[in-house]
């Protein structure tokens, strides 16, 4: 059984930055692709940015120039460092994970808890 836990979250002005940290009860090596999805209260999830286990980033164009995704294989964590934090990017931030398939065949197999981001403006 496969664990995810994100920290990180927090309550940020405007400008801010944050990052978040997902560690996995595997080593990375295991998944295709790792990546943070996002879901705000009356918004569908989105996958904001994914990393693949030849080391490819994928973001959305909202967060590009702004956001990173890392991992650190000896912790077995990905990270998304977040610049730049607009009030847009409220939101419970997901960590997936994708053992058997890919993110552009279908979402994560594996999922966090979650973890809340908030800006104030």
């Known amino acids: 059984q496969v664990h995810l836990v994100e920290s990180g979250g927090d309550l940020v002005q405007a400008g801010g930055s944050l990052r978040l940290s997902c560690v996995a009860s595997?080593?990375?090596?295991?998944?295709?692709?790792m990546g943070w999805y996002r879901q705000a209260p009356g918004n569908q999830r989105e996958l904001v940015a994914r990393?693949?286990?030849?080391?490819?980033?994928r973001y959305i164009d909202s967060v590009k120039g702004r956001f990173t995704i890392s991992r650190d294989g000896t912790k077995n964590t990905v990270y998304l460092q977040m610049d730049s934090l607009k009030p847009e990017d409220t939101a419970v931030y997901f960590c997936?994970?994708?053992?058997?398939?890919?993110?552009?065949?279908?979402?994560?197999?594996?999922w966090g808890q979650g973890t809340q981001v908030t800006v104030s403006s």
């Open positions: 997936g994970a994708w053992g058997t398939t890919t993110p552009v065949a279908s979402e994560a197999d594996y």
């Open positions: 990393i693949t286990y030849g080391g490819r980033r």
């Open positions: 595997e080593g990375l090596f295991v998944f295709n692709a």
